[in-house]
């Protein structure tokens, strides 16, 4: 093997030419197996057999935006975890959060990860907010053979802006579809099983101009509210100290909030129920 065919200290030449600074194109040009949407499936729907994740919500707040999830993934009709993580920092000014496949959406997430931090080892900057969203639609576009398969990863992603014009609000949600189609929301938005029932709370709880603390309390409360409609949705279960997994985005970066201060509205939600199916 001569140099001109290994490249510079045994590396091959992909390793050493700069092509770009994605790392998803790397994969593809060099080892493309390793991509979750180049694996071969199998041609039949093989949804029901691999642990699902749901249900996921954002919202914004005066000063940033928030993501939550609850914990647990179903396999059927069966309960296959009932502590998995489902929301993730990103990068520093970023979150997402995982609905459908769980294997394959907490790999989207890892090579999502190393995707934001190659990029911004290779530019030397980091990519705007915009740029994050767009790069996590053409990840899940790549996906698209295995969602049709059963195999569908529709996350949810949330950021604070670095570059919000003045008098805007620097928290910035964007939802997703198996196409990879990239939607702005204004406000909240939701995904999974119980997207349903969690959108229609947060739409009776936001507002603009929300402090944290609201904020906070109505996410806890709109994951309450799938889990009590919803099956596939954990609700908070104090006997095995879960509760739903929430971080905050500001302008201090991605911060995941102590189990203890969710724990604590999780039960002032839960003891305010209980009081009013009392007095009924």
Do not use: C
């Not at 947060?202 to 402090?211: E, F, N, S």
């Amino acid at each position: 093997m001569t140099e001109s065919s290994a490249g510079r200290g045994g590396f091959s030449p992909a390793y050493l030419d700069r092509v770009g600074s994605s790392f998803t194109d790397f994969l593809a040009a060099t080892t493309p197996e390793l991509l979750p949407g180049r694996r071969p499936v199998p041609q039949l729907p093989v949804g029901d057999l691999t642990p699902h994740g749901t249900t996921i919500a954002a919202v914004t707040y005066d000063g940033g935006v928030l993501m939550g999830g609850d914990r647990r993934a179903t396999m059927g009709n069966l309960i296959s975890s009932r502590d998995i993580e489902k929301v993730y920092p990103a990068d520093a000014w970023s979150v997402i959060g995982i609905a459908g496949a769980a294997g394959i959406a907490i790999e989207m997430v890892k090579l999502y990860q190393v995707e934001l931090e190659h990029y911004e080892k290779i530019e030397g900057l980091t990519l705007s907010l915009d740029g994050k969203a767009n790069r996590l639609a053409q990840m899940i576009r790549g996906n698209l053979g295995a969602a049709l398969q059963g195999l569908a990863v529709v996350p949810l992603f949330a950021g604070y802006d670095l570059d919000a014009a003045p008098g805007t609000s620097p928290g910035r949600i964007f939802s997703y579809d198996v196409t990879g189609g990239n939607y702005e929301e204004r406000g909240y938005a939701t995904v999974g099983s119980g997207s349903l029932f969690a959108r229609n709370s947060l739409k009776k709880t936001w507002r603009a101009g929300l402090g944290r603390d609201a904020a906070t309390r109505g996410l806890v409360e709109a994951l309450y509210d799938a889990a009590d409609d919803d099956s596939a949705t954990g609700g908070p279960d104090p006997v095995r100290r879960l509760y739903p997994i929430v971080y905050r985005v500001d302008a201090e970066g991605a911060v995941r909030l102590p189990d203890d201060e969710v724990a604590a509205v999780a039960a002032t939600i839960v003891d305010e129920r209980a009081a009013a199916e009392g007095q009924g």
